[in-house]
T-cell receptor, first 112, second 115 residues
Framework: DTEVTQTPKHLVMGMTNKKSLKCEQHMGHRAMYWYKQKAKKPPELMFVYSYEKLSINESVPSRFSPECPNSSLLNLHLHALQPEDSALYLC???????????FGDGTRLSIL | GQQLNQSPQSMFIQEGEDVSMNCTSSSIFNTWLWYKQDPGEGPVLLIALYKAGELTSNGRLTAQFGITRKDSFLNISASIPSDVGIYFCAGPANAGGTSYGKLTFGQGTILTVHP
C-alpha cells in the first residue's frame, strides 16, 4: 500500500466543471509534487512545493491551480479543462527536493 | 536540460529468464533511482543509488550506479509473472540550478513475462 494517498481514484468531468484533486502524506516529507502521465509514458512534472511554497511551475496552463494548505496536504484545482488534459495525475512526496520521491496511485481524469 | 536514454523500450521474456535494462545520460547524475509501475498504479521505488560504482540488491533485483555517473543498469533474475510492468530509471536534477527538485525520467522499459 502506498503511503501517499490520492482522492478520488477516478474523475470524469465536463469542460466547464470545477473540481479538485487531493493528495495526503503523513511521512513528514517537506517536498510534494504533481505530475501528469499519459499511457505508457513517463510522468511529466507539473509543480513542486518545498516547505509549503511553490518552487517549480513547469509552465502549466492556468486552468490547473495547485495549493498546499499544510505540510501534509496538496491540492490541484481544475477549471475549464480540455479533452487533452485527460490523463493520470500523480502526486509524490520526498523528504526534501532531490530526495527519492514516493508516489501515490494517482487520479484517473477523463474530460468529456 | 538533462535527458535519460533508457533501453530496451520493451522486452518479451519467458518466466525464469534474467532481464537487464539500462539508462545512459550525457550529463552526470549524483543519484540514480529505479521505479516500477503496475497498470492502474503509481510508480513504486525499487532501488536508490547514491555513489558511483555502488551495487545494490533488493531481492531478485540488482542495480548499479555507473563509475562515470552517467549510466545505471537494473537486472532482474529468475523473472516471474508479477515482474510485468513498466520500469523507469530516474535522476534528480543537480543542486545549484533552477531545476533543483526536478526528477528526470527515462522513457521506460515495458516488460512482459510469459508463463
Amino acid at each position: 500500500d502506498t503511503e501517499v494517498t490520492q482522492t478520488p481514484k477516478h474523475l470524469v468531468m465536463g469542460m466547464t466543471n470545477k473540481k479538485s484533486l487531493k493528495c495526503e502524506q503523513h511521512m513528514g516529507h517537506r517536498a510534494m509534487y504533481w505530475y501528469k502521465q499519459k499511457a505508457k509514458k513517463p510522468p511529466e512534472l507539473m509543480f513542486v512545493y518545498s516547505y509549503e511554497k511553490l518552487s517549480i511551475n513547469e509552465s502549466v496552463p492556468s486552468r490547473f491551480s495547485p495549493e498546499c494548505p499544510n505540510s501534509s496536504l496538496l491540492n490541484l484545482h481544475l477549471h475549464a479543462l480540455q479533452p487533452e488534459d485527460s490523463a493520470l495525475y500523480l502526486c509524490a512526496s520526498s523528504q526534501g527536493v532531490a530526495q527519492p520521491q514516493h508516489f501515490g496511485d494517482g487520479t484517473r481524469l477523463s474530460i468529456l | 536540460g538533462q535527458q535519460l536514454n533508457q533501453s530496451p523500450q520493451s522486452m518479451f521474456i519467458q518466466e525464469g529468464e534474467d532481464v537487464s535494462m539500462n539508462c545512459t545520460s550525457s550529463s552526470i547524475f549524483n543519484t540514480w533511482l529505479w521505479y516500477k509501475q503496475d497498470p492502474g498504479e503509481g510508480p513504486v521505488l525499487l532501488i536508490a543509488l547514491y555513489k558511483a560504482g555502488e551495487l545494490t540488491s533488493n531481492g531478485r533485483l540488482t542495480a548499479q550506479f555507473g563509475i562515470t555517473r552517467k549510466d545505471s543498469f537494473l537486472n532482474i533474475s529468475a523473472s516471474i509473472p508479477s515482474d510485468v510492468g513498466i520500469y523507469f530509471c530516474a535522476g534528480p536534477a543537480n543542486a545549484g540550478g533552477t531545476s533543483y527538485g526536478k526528477l528526470t525520467f527515462g522513457q521506460g522499459t515495458i516488460l512482459t513475462v510469459h508463463p
